[in-house]
């Protein structure tokens, strides 16, 4: 019987096996899927060059122009360590939204993703992302130049909808991840979907165990927002197009405020008329007199804050700014001299914190001023 030493002896003459080798990659994983378009799935021209306010993206695009894009990524930095292991894109064809997406199975597929994502930017009018102009663009950039491949984003109007959708909904919502604008917005919150910060994990589960099965709930995940992603254009488009066919005061008003920066002040102050009630009643007049000021109209901004005074509405606010305006539009420093009087008086009562105590000084030196300018009369 052969003792433990010849045993031993045996196996270490013994030629060693090596394990199988994984064939070179020839091409990513790749999957198609297909949502029906929303109701309403258009957008009037101009409207996503004004939700934007980008001169650089056209007045017209046509529905096959949008590329709807969104990464899932081993981590959240920019490092050249954060690899996009799936980039989903969506394209509108024959009436569907079309879901495509390339996913590196291991490392060695990394250029057939970025290829595949190269030639659909070529091929787009306008890129369409949420987060993608601080975070999935920036990321495939530093993935092309690991790849030495060539990519330039800058020719490529880029539309993202995050803070498109924080001008509209932030002040009601306070938050607007892509999800829960799904559950506030689109009243239909996700069942049994993976939490993004669990994504990364399982890609390095799937690494190490070759268990395609981990994939598929990052793969819907990834398809859901995409989908979700080209609802929201639409529905902002619309918002914008008809921005009083939305539901909450607070929207209208915010719709306002993007009409007032992009220079649209007709329609700012109808957004700011139809806010006029309730809590929002302040901030709408505040925004509505503003308008007018700016357009040198100061009977009517007058008009306005006098409402403001008579409503105890914008603290101090209001006494300034009708004071300024009787003093150097109106040419009446009696009057802005009794408004600002009424001003003291009114702050006075308030509770006493940094901000009344720097309005009452302001009145106050004010008041003396238009005093000395009127000689007391």
Partial sequence: MPSLRDKLRATQGAPRRSAPSRPAASDCFVRETRFPLPEGARLADGILQLMQGDPNIPQHIAPDGFLFLDTETTGLSHGAGTVAFLVGVGV???????????????????????RRVQRDLSRCQVLVTYNGRSFDIPLLETRFIMQRMPLDTSEIPHADLLHTARRVWKLRLKRCTLSYLEELIFHEPREDD??????????????????????????????????????????????????????????????????????NLQKARMCYRAADAGSMSALSRERLADTFRRERRPEEAAAIYEKMIAGRQGGAKPYIALCKLMEHRLKAPAAAADIARRGLIYVSDLPQDERTRADFDDLTRRYARLLRKTDGC
Avoid: T
């Fill in 194 to 263: 993976l939490p993004g910060a669990e994504v990364p994990q399982r890609y390095f589960d799937y690494l190490k165990r070759r268990d395609f099965s981990l994939l598929e709930d990052i793969l819907r995940h990834n398809a859901q927002d995409i989908a979700s992603l080209a609802r929201l254009l639409f529905v902002l488009g619309r918002l914008h197009e008809n921005p009083l066919s939305a539901e909450h005061l607070q929207d209208i008003y915010s719709l306002g405020r993007v009409y007032e920066k992009r220079g």
């Fill in 92 to 114: 509108i064809e024959a009436g569907e939204l079309v879901v495509r997406q390339y996913m590196m199975r291991d490392y060695d597929e990394e250029a057939f993703v970025l």
